[in-house]
Every structure is written in C-alpha cells, then in structure tokens.
C-alpha cells in the first residue's frame, strides 16, 4: 500500500484542522493505521493509531481529548481530526500502516509504511 497525507496548512491557536491520509494498492482495511508528528529537531512522536476495523483507537496522553482518529475502509482512507491546536502542534504529521501490537503501536517499528507528511504549522 501507497499512503498520501494532505489537509496540512497554517492555522492560528485554538482552530481545527482535518489531516487525512489516502491508501492506494494492497487491502488497507488490512493494515493498523497511525499518525505520527516530528518537529524540528525532535524525534517522530506518535499521536493516534486505529485497528483495522475501526473498533479500537489509541492516543497519546498529549492529545487525548482534542484529536481524533477516524477510518474508512470503503474509501481507503484515514483522518485525523485536530481541534483546539495549539503552537507546539506545529510539525510534520504523518500517516503510517502496519502491523503493530498492543504494545508496539506507539513506536516507528510498528509500522511497516509511511506517507510524506504534511506540514502543520499552529501561529500563538
């Protein structure tokens, strides 16, 4: 599977952004999907991950809340829905697909295929 990441752009503190991630090629109702961020000079944070069925979502502590992960299998693809952004969600998001476990889904290792990332940029 392909991934393709868009709805990235310069939003101000308190607005909503909808990030979603497009798949081409193999079944992506297959895969475990996720959304990761980096900041300049920072190491690749993960933010959300869903199973393949859209059944189970997980979430870092530091976006519980304000975003959400939502799937469809039907259209391929995956979105990230950001409300109440804040300057230090500025980043490059990405989506992945993988096969992670309960445990792993929170590391880069879990996943097997990345997007290009799109740029977030939240001014104060």
């Known amino acids: 599977v392909q991934l393709q990441a868009s709805g990235g752009g310069l939003v101000q503190a308190g607005d909503s952004l909808r990030l979603s991630c497009a798949a081409s090629g193999q079944p992506f109702s297959a895969y475990v999907m996720g959304w990761f961020r980096q900041a300049p000079g920072k190491g690749r944070e993960f933010l959300a991950a869903?199973?393949?069925?859209?059944?189970?979502?997980y979430y870092a502590d530091s976006v519980k809340g304000r975003f959400t992960i939502s799937r469809d299998n039907t259209k391929n693809t995956v979105s990230l829905q950001m409300n109440s952004l804040k300057p230090e969600d500025t980043a490059v998001y990405y989506c992945a697909a993988g096969f992670p476990n309960s445990v792993s889904y929170r590391y880069t290792a879990g996943y097997r295929i990345w997007g290009q990332g799109t740029q977030v940029t939240v001014s104060s």
């Open positions: 869903i199973k393949q069925d859209g059944s189970t979502t």
